[in-house]
Every structure is written in structure tokens, then in C-alpha cells.
């Protein structure tokens, strides 16, 4: 029901008559019959009066009644944070009403990176205060992070791409694994089979590097992402 509906529905629940409501309210009894006809309609604040007399919410009397100017009045008398809250309501029934779809921001990390491991020729691990960089996106459980410096790895793992380690100094075939290989540090797949064991770069244009009595290994972590 619209207002004006509303206000004769009220009104005689509430028990009153025209001539009372318009008592009560300090008006004419036929501006109480020009808004129950919807000759003319209430301001706010003889609509928040009969809300009260007739123990109410406003927004029940009111109804499905709705002009853009009834909001002015309404909107002006909040005070600034309120007025906020209407404009960011507002936003977002403009956005549901064009169809608009709110991405969520991506989630920023500070992460502790421990140098660099080599997806190329090598690196050494910085040893002493990690540094703080940071992350967009979910950081998983581990024990360090270190930053990929190369294309060896690609395409699953990139130039300058934080990449996450559990520690430990064993490691199953297939898995990515920090390894330090001739005293220079690595990111490289382990791969064991019957011609032995070697670290493997998924960018075909490097070389496998061979685990043998000729070459020193000593296995950092595992990647967890």
C-alpha cells in the first residue's frame, strides 16, 4: 500500500478519527483527507509524528510511496557520517542496478624473502635479516620464501615470482625443490629414474644439471606454492 493508503489504515486501527489525527498533528482536518485521498501528501515530520502515534516504523507508513524529493528533506538533516552511509547505499544500489560486478581486491602480504634462487646460472642465498616485500595474494604455510631470478622455471614459475618453502633435506621425485648445487642456490624440479638423479629446468633451453660424486647437493625445502 502506498501512504495515503496507509494513513486512513492506521488511523482507524489506532482508533482516530480525521478530525483527532489532524488535532494532534496541528493541521486541518482536510489536509488529513487530502492525503488520505492522495490529493497531497505529508511532510517528514508529520510523518514521523504518526508513525509515533500510531506505533510504527516510518518506513511502514510510507510505504511503497516514492518521489526523489522526499529524500532531500530526510537527507539533510543527518549529520556526516550518516550522509556517508547514504551515499555508499547509494553506490551500491547504482551498481546492482547496472549490472556492475565488485571484484575483490587482491590481498596485500608482507612477506620475509630470504634472496634469490636461480632459474638460470645461480645465486647465493642471503644469509642474516630477511627482507620485506611485499605479496598480493594468500600466502600458505612455510618456513622462508625466496624470489625466482631466471626463465629456467617457466612457464610454472617466473622471473622475479615469490615463491614459498617448507625446509627439509630430503625431497621425492617430481617435486620443486631449493637446492644448493656447487655452493650456488636453485630452484629446480628433482627428477630420479634409472639413469640416476639430476635437477631439471622445465625451459628446455638449459641443460639438466647432474647429481654424481662430481657435484655437491644439499637440499634446502620443497616448494609449497
Not at 502506498?2 to 480525521?18: D, F, L
Not at 630470504?114 to 616485500?133: D, F, I, K, Q
Not at 625466482?148 to 630430503?170: A, C, L, W, Y
Request: glycine share 6%.
Amino acid at each position: 500500500m502506498n501512504i495515503s493508503q496507509n494513513i486512513k489504515h492506521y488511523r482507524k486501527q489506532a482508533g482516530y478519527t480525521q478530525v483527532d489525527l489532524a488535532k494532534l498533528l496541528n493541521v486541518k482536518p482536510t489536509a488529513v483527507s487530502a492525503w488520505e485521498s492522495g490529493r497531497n501528501k505529508p511532510l517528514m515530520d508529520k510523518v514521523t509524528i504518526m508513525a509515533k502515534l500510531f506505533h510504527i516504523n516510518i518506513s511502514q507508513l510510507v510505504g511503497d510511496t516514492f518521489e526523489v524529493n522526499d529524500i532531500n528533506p530526510v537527507y539533510s538533516k543527518l549529520n556526516t557520517n550518516r550522509k556517508k552511509n547514504v551515499y555508499q547505499f547509494a553506490v551500491r544500489q547504482l551498481d546492482e542496478q547496472n549490472n556492475v560486478i565488485a571484484f575483490p581486491m587482491p590481498v596485500k602480504n608482507q612477506v620475509s624473502v630470504y634472496g634469490a634462487v636461480s632459474a638460470g646460472n645461480g645465486e647465493y642465498l642471503l644469509e642474516g635479516t630477511p627482507e620485506l616485500v611485499d605479496y598480493e595474494g594468500e600466502v600458505p604455510e612455510h618456513d622462508f620464501a625466496v624470489i625466482v631470478n631466471g626463465d629456467s622455471m617457466e612457464p610454472t614459475f617466473e622471473d622475479k615470482q615469490i615463491i614459498f618453502v617448507k625446509k627439509t633435506h630430503e625431497a621425492r621425485n617430481g617435486q620443486f625443490v631449493i637446492a644448493d648445487y656447487d655452493h650456488q642456490a636453485y630452484v629446480k624440479k628433482y627428477m630420479r629414474d634409472e639413469t640416476g638423479c639430476r635437477l631439471v629446468s622445465l625451459n628446455k633451453k638449459y641443460d639438466d644439471m647432474l647429481i654424481d660424486e662430481e657435484h655437491e647437493l644439499s637440499i634446502f625445502g620443497v616448494v609449497v606454492l
